[in-house]
């Protein structure tokens, strides 16, 4: 088929590659514009962009893709489907209607599960250990459309966001390709979503990444493993806003590791027990411990390293 890929992040990266690589014929990319990164906000284009020009393929990066003048050229190019991966644009009825095959969007969840923005954030802090990812038609409503294919995949023990988030873009990338390659060929057929089991993702925000302390261990923990690496999880300790990498809750942690002895099992929430090597923290539950720690303005290091040098007493606790 024809197709027009609408991509923006790394995550779009394997499903470009793979529509590439593939007997689809990629006339453009829409993508969005440059936006202004680092310190000096210095304009930079997507990872989509990037890729795409180096493939000299066309780039279309509308303000909008409501555009009147993108919406020509969408006609002009007269795509027989457009394949989406995290975009980042909301795609409005009069684009809907240009592909004759549709808009086929590669959404890393199990629909009708995690329709929104954060699906594999969302499915993390829940403590779900199966997810992975599904094509299906755009329509108007949220993540609502009739599914093509879904792709299962069970959540590893110690996954962030960010891992599981890679793993299922290379894993979801063929998944679109046979997607597109069914609905030329008629091999699949697309099926409305069921009407139960639907939950919603909504974009994470930074109280949704604030650490309880009085929460349970394995709770806390899939939280932190869920913010990471974005928004970041955090906690205060001082006043001061500090940012937490992933946790190993205590039973999951065998005796000794990291040189330490037994883990503790008196501290309350929120309170640090500083090691040689570790760093404990009482939760709910089981104490948790801690891997890394990240001050304002300063790069991630252990958590022994922040302690000591922050000189962290025994009893302290944790603000937040």
């Known amino acids: 088929m024809r197709v027009v890929f609408a991509g923006t992040p790394d995550v779009a990266l394997p499903s470009l590659r793979a529509l590439l690589d593939s ?14 990164a680092g310190r000096g906000r210095t304009l930079l284009p997507s990872p989509v962009k990037v890729a795409a020009l180096a493939a000299g393929v066309e780039v279309l990066t509308p303000a909008r893709p409501s555009d009147p003048a993108f919406l020509d050229r969408l006609r002009e190019l007269a795509p027989d489907a457009c394949p989406i991966v995290a975009y980042g ?5 009069e684009a809907l209607a240009i592909p004759r095959r549709g808009w086929v969007n590669l959404h890393f969840s199990l629909l009708p599960a995690w329709r929104g923005a954060a699906p594999v954030q969302r ?40 891992d599981l988030l890679a793993r299922l873009a290379v894993e979801g990338a063929p998944l679109l390709v046979d997607s597109l390659d069914g609905l030329a060929d008629g091999s699949i057929v ?9 939950t919603h993702a ?9 650490v309880r302390w009085d929460e ?15 928004p970041g999880a955090w906690t205060t300790h001082r006043g001061e806003r500090i940012k937490l990498g992933p946790v190993t809750p205590a039973p999951g ?4 590791s990291s040189g330490a002895s037994a883990p503790p099992t008196h501290l309350a929430p929120g309170e640090i027990e500083p090691r040689k090597n570790t760093v404990w923290v009482g939760t709910g ?30 009893g302290e606790r944790f603000e937040a």
């Open 202 to 210: 909504p974009k994470l925000t930074a109280d949704d990444a604030r």
């Open 253 to 256: 942690t065998p005796t000794g």
């Open 216 to 230: 349970p261990a394995d709770a806390l923990g899939a939280l932190v493993r869920g913010c990471t690496p974005a």
């Open 123 to 162: 499915a993390l802090i829940a403590g779900e250990e199966v997810t992975g990812a599904t094509t299906f038609l755009l329509e108007e409503g949220l993540d609502t459309g009739p599914v093509l294919a879904r792709h299962e995949v069970a959540v590893g023990a110690r996954e962030t966001a960010g």
């Open 23 to 36: 007997g689809h014929d990629v006339l453009a990319v829409l993508t969005r514009p440059d936006a202004p």
């Open 89 to 93: 644009g909301l795609i409005r009825p």
């Open 285 to 314: 539950t089981a104490a948790v411990e801690l891997g890394t720690v990240q001050a304002p303005g300063k790069k991630p290091m252990s958590a022994a390293d922040w302690a000591r040098g922050r000189r962290v007493g025994a």
């Open 190 to 198: 697309p099926r409305p979503q069921r009407a139960d089991g639907v």
